[in-house]
Every structure is written in structure tokens, then in C-alpha cells.
């Protein structure tokens, strides 16, 4: 199928984040690529992909990035499409100097910035599902179906210590 969302990270260290983006994109039915591009090590790189994702059919890109973070922000200065950033949590500063490094955009090059490590790119991914979903009903269809199951699991397990 053709793949609606590019899922990027600057290095292959940074996986273990994005694989959770990739799970809701599965889980949702939502085809997408996925490719290490570095926005410092491989910029031209980088300027390319951004530059060609839609003219290749991508909808939306997921850029996550740890440390220094600029991998959502150079990518939106290079595409209209929507960017979502994934802060990848560092070991120096926890993840709050890839959540700052990708929040702080200037005025003019929007990146909507999700919360740092696992819980950030699996909203990426749905988010991104959601934004497919406002052309793609069967995506949508989707979307709902797994709000309403989460909806039913609390309902069902009230109590926290039943297993």
C-alpha cells in the first residue's frame, strides 16, 4: 500500500521511541514508511525527503529526535505537510532538551510537539491516524473503533486490582 505517513528519526538509537508510532500505525491500518534521516549527518538527506514527501503521497510526517532535536523542525521548514515531533528522551537532560529543542519554533514553521518517549510517539501515531482519517473513512472508522474499545476496557475493569 501506499504509504500515507513517513515516520522518521535521526539515528537508529532513537527506535525504541518511534517503534510505539509505528505500533498505532499498524494497529489503525495506517501504511507508512519508516527511515533513519539525520538533520545534522545527513542534511541533504534530510532536505530531499522533506522536500519530496508529497509529491510521494505522504500525508503527514512523524520526526522524532533526541539531544539537540532538530529533525521535526528542519523538516517543516522544507514541506507544507503537517510535522508532528516526537521528543526522544536523552540521557543528559532526560528528554527536556529534545522537548525544548522542538517546541520552540519560530513563528511561521509549525511543528505540533508531542509529550518526550513512549507516550509521545504513540500519540504521534494516532495523531497522525486522525489526520489521515479526516479523507480516509476507513481510517477514521479505525480511529473510533479503538477510542470506543479503550473507553470499554476502563469501563470494564473498574477496579484496579483485578488482573
Not at 86 to 100: C, H, I, M, R, T
Request: aromatic share 4%; no cysteine.
Amino acid at each position: 500500500m501506499q504509504p500515507l505517513v513517513g515516520l522518521i528519526m535521526g539515528s537508529k538509537s532513537d527506535w525504541p521511541t518511534m517503534e510505539h508510532a509505528a505500533d498505532m500505525l499498524d494497529k489503525l491500518g495506517v501504511p507508512y514508511e519508516t527511515r533513519v534521516v539525520s538533520a545534522h549527518r545527513t542534511p541533504d538527506l534530510l532536505f530531499d525527503y522533506a522536500k519530496t514527501a508529497a509529491d510521494r503521497g505522504l500525508k503527514v510526517i512523524i520526526g522524532g529526535a533526541g539531544g539537540a532535536a532538530h529533525l521535526p523542525g528542519m523538516v517543516a521548514s522544507q514541506t507544507s505537510l503537517p510535522v508532528l515531533g516526537v521528543p526522544v528522551q536523552s540521557k543528559a537532560l532526560n528528554g527536556l532538551d529534545s522537548l525544548l529543542s522542538i517546541v520552540q519554533m519560530p513563528g511561521g514553521i509549525a511543528v505540533g510537539t508531542l509529550a518526550i518517549g513512549k507516550a509521545g510517539a504513540t500519540n504521534a501515531g494516532l495523531l497522525a491516524a486522525q489526520i489521515v482519517g479526516t479523507f480516509d473513512d476507513q481510517i477514521r472508522q479505525a480511529v473510533d473503533a479503538f477510542r470506543q474499545n479503550q473507553t470499554q476496557t476502563i469501563l470494564d475493569n473498574p477496579d484496579p486490582r483485578d488482573q
